[in-house]
C-alpha cells in the first residue's frame, strides 16, 4: 500500500504553499522508507517551483536537502537498518549501468538520472521532494550522516555542500603551491553555496579569500575561516589583484564581467562556476588563452563523493549555518532567501507538520 504523509505543496507558481497530504509509493525491495526530520531551502527549489528554469510539474512539493531517520527498509536492502541517521539529496535514482554511473558519477548518468522532484520516476509518476514528513528512496542513493552532525545543519550539505565541496577537491585546493605555501582560493559570492565554500576550503588548507559587492560580511567571513574579504566594487579591485588567485569558486547567479574575473587567477588557474545565472554570460576566449586559464562547471557529485563530503565536514566539526524555520514559514523565508536576508541557509523543521491541518 503508498504511504499518506504530510506535505508542503503548490498548486501553481504564484500559488502559496499549502499543507496537503501526497503519496509515497509503495516499498519496493530494495527501497528505504525516511522519517524526514529537517528539509533545506535550496534556492533551485525556488527556481523550480517560480517556473525561472522552465514549467514545472504542478502541483508539486520541492527540497532535496533531506535528512532523517530509517523507519523501515525493502526485504532486499542490505546496508541500512531502522534508526539509521542517513539524508537524500538532488537525485533518487540512475540507470546504474552506464560509464558515468559505474564510475560513480551518477549525477552525470548518461541515461539522466532522476530527480528528486519535478522529474519523471522510473514507473512515470513525477517525484515529489523533501518537503515532507516521509520519502521512499532506492537503497543506492541513501547518506550516511555522521552521529557529529545534526540534522538541521547536515540538510544543506546534501546540496550546498556537496556543490561547493566537489569543484574544491577536484581542482586541487587543499594541495599545496611550489614553493610550498597554501593553494590560494577566492569564493566568489557567500550565500548559501559561498559560505560552505569557505568553511570547506579553509578546512583543506587553503587560504582563503571572499570576493563580494560590499564588505558587510566581513566578520562572518572571517569567523567562518576566510583570511580576508574583498569588495570587488573598489576602485583599482580588478587591477590590484590581477593574477593572484589559484582557484576561484563562483557561487553567484547573476551576471558578472567574466573576463575580468578569469584575470584574477594566476596562469592555469581555474574558474569553478557553480551559481547559474539566468542569462547567458559573456567570455573572450582570448582571457582563456593568454594565461592558459580554466573555466569550468561543476554540479553536485556522486553518492561516494556527497559520503566523503559528509564524512569531511563531520571530521571538521562543522555543518551548514542555518536559521530554523516551521511550515508555515516557508513562503516568506522564499522571498527573504530571494532578497539576500537569510544568513545562510533556512531550513524547514519538519515536526512542525504535526500541528499543521492538511488540506
Same mark, same amino acid.
Given at each position: 500500500m503508498p504511504i499518506t504523509v504530510k506535505a508542503l505543496q503548490k498548486t501553481g507558481p504564484e500559488q502559496p504553499f499549502r499543507v496537503t497530504t501526497i503519496e509515497r509509493r509503495d516499498p519496493r525491495p530494495t527501497d528505504v522508507v525516511i522519517d524526514i526530520k529537517a $528539509? !533545506?531551502?535550496?534556492?533551485? =527549489?525556488?527556481?523550480?517551483?517560480?517556473? @525561472?528554469? %522552465?514549467?514545472?510539474?504542478?502541483?508539486?512539493?520541492? +527540497?532535496?536537502?533531506? *535528512?532523517? #531517520?530509517?523507519? *523501515? #527498509? !525493502? *526485504? @532486499?536492502?542490505? =546496508?541500512?537498518? #531502522?534508526? =539509521?541517521?542517513? %539524508? #537524500? !539529496? /538532488?537525485?533518487? =535514482?540512475? /540507470?546504474? @549501468? /552506464?560509464?558515468? /554511473? &559505474?564510475? +560513480? @558519477?551518477?549525477? $552525470?548518468? &548518461?541515461?539522466g538520472n532522476v530527480g528528486t522532484y519535478n522529474a519523471k520516476d522510473v514507473d512515470g509518476t513525477i517525484t515529489q521532494g523533501g518537503y515532507a514528513e516521509k520519502v521512499v528512496v532506492d537503497q543506492r542513493f541513501v547518506l550516511r550522516i555522521p552521529d557529529a552532525l545534526d540534522f538541521d545543519v547536515a540538510a544543506p550539505l546534501l546540496c550546498a555542500g556537496i556543490t561547493s565541496y566537489s569543484p574544491l577537491a577536484r581542482w586541487g585546493a587543499a594541495e599545496k603551491r611550489a614553493d610550498g605555501s597554501p593553494k590560494k582560493v577566492a569564493v566568489l559570492g557567500m550565500g548559501g553555496l559561498g559560505h560552505m565554500g569557505v568553511r570547506i576550503a579553509a578546512a583543506m588548507g587553503a587560504e582563503v579569500t571572499v570576493l563580494s559587492r560590499s564588505r558587510k560580511k566581513e566578520q562572518l567571513a572571517l569567523d567562518l575561516g576566510a583570511q580576508r574579504m574583498l569588495s570587488t566594487t573598489e576602485d583599482g579591485f580588478f587591477s590590484a589583484h590581477r593574477g593572484e588567485f589559484d582557484l576561484i569558486l563562483n557561487t553567484i547567479s547573476a551576471d558578472i564581467d567574466v573576463d575580468a574575473y578569469l584575470r584574477l587567477l594566476v596562469p592555469r588557474g581555474v574558474m569553478a562556476v557553480v551559481g547559474l545565472p539566468p542569462a547567458k554570460q559573456q567570455l573572450s576566449f582570448g582571457t582563456l588563452i593568454g594565461g592558459g586559464r580554466v573555466l569550468a562547471g561543476s554540479n553536485i557529485g556522486g553518492i561516494a563523493e556527497t559520503q566523503e563530503m559528509l564524512d569531511f565536514c563531520a571530521e571538521h566539526g562543522f555543518g551548514a549555518e542555518i536559521e530554523v524555520v516551521g511550515v508555515d514559514e516557508v513562503d516568506a523565508t522564499y522571498d527573504r532567501v530571494v532578497a539576500g536576508e537569510v544568513f545562510f541557509r533556512a531550513v524547514i523543521d519538519t515536526s512542525t507538520f504535526a500541528g499543521a491541518a492538511a488540506e
Amino acid at each position: 500500500m503508498p504511504i499518506t504523509v504530510k506535505a508542503l505543496q503548490k498548486t501553481g507558481p504564484e500559488q502559496p504553499f499549502r499543507v496537503t497530504t501526497i503519496e509515497r509509493r509503495d516499498p519496493r525491495p530494495t527501497d528505504v522508507v525516511i522519517d524526514i526530520k529537517a $528539509a !533545506g531551502i535550496c534556492h533551485s =527549489d525556488i527556481h523550480t517551483i517560480r517556473n @525561472e528554469w %522552465g514549467e514545472a510539474h504542478f502541483p508539486l512539493t520541492v +527540497g532535496h536537502e533531506i *535528512a532523517g #531517520v530509517v523507519s *523501515a #527498509v !525493502g *526485504a @532486499e536492502v542490505t =546496508d541500512w537498518s #531502522v534508526g =539509521d541517521r542517513v %539524508g #537524500v !539529496g /538532488c537525485m533518487v =535514482d540512475s /540507470c546504474g @549501468e /552506464c560509464a558515468q /554511473c &559505474l564510475a +560513480g @558519477e551518477e549525477q $552525470a548518468c &548518461l541515461e539522466g538520472n532522476v530527480g528528486t522532484y519535478n522529474a519523471k520516476d522510473v514507473d512515470g509518476t513525477i517525484t515529489q521532494g523533501g518537503y515532507a514528513e516521509k520519502v521512499v528512496v532506492d537503497q543506492r542513493f541513501v547518506l550516511r550522516i555522521p552521529d557529529a552532525l545534526d540534522f538541521d545543519v547536515a540538510a544543506p550539505l546534501l546540496c550546498a555542500g556537496i556543490t561547493s565541496y566537489s569543484p574544491l577537491a577536484r581542482w586541487g585546493a587543499a594541495e599545496k603551491r611550489a614553493d610550498g605555501s597554501p593553494k590560494k582560493v577566492a569564493v566568489l559570492g557567500m550565500g548559501g553555496l559561498g559560505h560552505m565554500g569557505v568553511r570547506i576550503a579553509a578546512a583543506m588548507g587553503a587560504e582563503v579569500t571572499v570576493l563580494s559587492r560590499s564588505r558587510k560580511k566581513e566578520q562572518l567571513a572571517l569567523d567562518l575561516g576566510a583570511q580576508r574579504m574583498l569588495s570587488t566594487t573598489e576602485d583599482g579591485f580588478f587591477s590590484a589583484h590581477r593574477g593572484e588567485f589559484d582557484l576561484i569558486l563562483n557561487t553567484i547567479s547573476a551576471d558578472i564581467d567574466v573576463d575580468a574575473y578569469l584575470r584574477l587567477l594566476v596562469p592555469r588557474g581555474v574558474m569553478a562556476v557553480v551559481g547559474l545565472p539566468p542569462a547567458k554570460q559573456q567570455l573572450s576566449f582570448g582571457t582563456l588563452i593568454g594565461g592558459g586559464r580554466v573555466l569550468a562547471g561543476s554540479n553536485i557529485g556522486g553518492i561516494a563523493e556527497t559520503q566523503e563530503m559528509l564524512d569531511f565536514c563531520a571530521e571538521h566539526g562543522f555543518g551548514a549555518e542555518i536559521e530554523v524555520v516551521g511550515v508555515d514559514e516557508v513562503d516568506a523565508t522564499y522571498d527573504r532567501v530571494v532578497a539576500g536576508e537569510v544568513f545562510f541557509r533556512a531550513v524547514i523543521d519538519t515536526s512542525t507538520f504535526a500541528g499543521a491541518a492538511a488540506e
